[in-house]
């Protein structure tokens, strides 16, 4: 899978300029890599801090087998929307 996506975090989750924190992030890539997220053996991981709005972070996906890749996680400047750059 190439390109970004969008996730559009519900605001009963996420109110407006709230950072969300890496295990979320990891989680978000989770659910575009579930194949990833649901291997033995292999990792997503993003850093162990939170990202502000309008901010973003490196992560990583590791399969045990195959290219690893790294995923840019960008969240809105209003906090409500995760773009993923991969």
Same mark, same amino acid.
């Given at each position: 899978v190439a #390109?970004?996506?969008?996730?559009?975090?519900?605001? =009963?989750l996420t109110p407006a300029s709230t950072p969300i924190s890496g295990a979320e992030?990891?989680?978000?890539? #989770?659910l575009r890599y579930p194949r990833v997220w649901n =291997?033995?053996?292999a990792v997503i991981a993003c850093p162990d801090r939170p990202i502000e709005p309008g901010g973003e972070a490196r992560c990583w996906i590791l399969p045990r087998v195959?290219?690893?890749?790294?995923?840019?996680?960008?969240?809105?400047?209003?906090g409500n929307a995760v773009e993923i750059d991969d």
């Open positions: #390109g970004g996506a969008v996730l559009t975090l519900p605001a =009963a992030a990891e989680r978000l890539l #989770g =291997a033995p053996h195959g290219q690893q890749r790294a995923a840019v996680v960008r969240l809105s400047p209003q």
